[in-house]
T-cell receptor
Framework: EPEVTQTPSHQVTQMGQEVILRCVPI?????FYWYRQILGQKVEFLVS????????KSEIFDDQFSVERPDGSNFTLKIRSTKLEDSAMYFC??????????????FGNGTRLTVT | GNSVTQMEGPVTLSEEAFLTINCTYT??????LFWYVQYPGEGLQLLLK?????DKGSNKGFEATYRKETTSFHLEKGSVQVSDSAVYFC???????????FGQGTRLTINP
């Protein structure tokens, strides 16, 4: 069964550094998402992306964050200047249709980001 | 606002025990409801869903019924197995929306 793949599985970075988290969504999917889970807290929506632009974003997704689909297969999340509170598990997801009730989201295994 | 509350974990049961994980929600409008499962080392996978009141979602022996009157979507299984050990997330989405709102997750451990 096709799956969403994320790299790296664990990223350690120093405060203030830029990080790029990478995802390869399922090939025929059109909608792409990033979620994050701070340790011990809920999984939170960050952003959704369709047709090469952001379709929805949360309050968390401020100017420090950006997403990009640089080619036909990758979907990236960039954090420009990391803060300690950005430490979390980041999940990429994709779906074939644009609404969660019609088309289940397929999630990757996550990238654990640790900011020191 | 929209939110999901799950019972506190962790939950530890013996094999073949009956499982209930409680989930209640608050939503503006009529949400669709979901249970996702995360096995160790893996991503979240959709376990089951229900899109309208009184619908029952089921998969792999798990069931959950969309109860509008109690705003609940409790997950149940009659006889759990060691392989059911995982973290279970209740979630909602509003009709026509892409975004999922998750509960905090409940870690389930089944002992042989």
């Amino acid at each position: 069964e096709p799956e969403v793949t994320q790299t790296p599985s664990h990223q350690v970075t120093q405060m203030g550094q830029e990080v790029i988290l990478r995802c390869v969504p399922i090939s025929n999917h059109l909608y792409f998402y990033w979620y994050r889970q701070i340790l011990g807290q809920k999984v939170e929506f960050l952003v959704s992306f369709y047709n090469n632009e952001i379709s929805e974003k949360s309050e968390i997704f401020d100017d420090q964050f950006s997403v990009e689909r640089p080619d036909g297969s990758n979907f990236t999340l960039k954090i420009r200047s990391t803060k300690l509170e950005d430490s979390a598990m980041y999940f990429c997801a994709s779906s074939g249709l644009g609404t969660a009730d019609l088309s289940p989201l397929h999630f990757g295994n996550g990238t654990r980001l640790t900011v020191t | 606002g929209n939110s999901v509350t799950q019972m506190e974990g962790p939950v530890t049961l013996s094999e073949e025990a009956f499982l209930t994980i409680n989930c209640t929600y608050t939503a503006t409008g009529y949400p669709s409801l979901f249970w996702y499962v995360q096995y160790p080392g893996e991503g979240l996978q959709l376990l089951l869903k229900a899109t309208k009141a009184d619908d029952k979602g089921s998969n792999k022996g798990f069931e959950a019924t969309y109860r509008k009157e109690t705003t609940s979507f409790h997950l149940e299984k009659g006889s759990v197995q060691v392989s059911d050990s995982a973290v279970y997330f209740c979630a909602l989405s509003l009709q026509g929306a892409q975004k999922l709102v998750f509960g905090q997750g409940t870690r389930l451990t089944i002992n042989p």
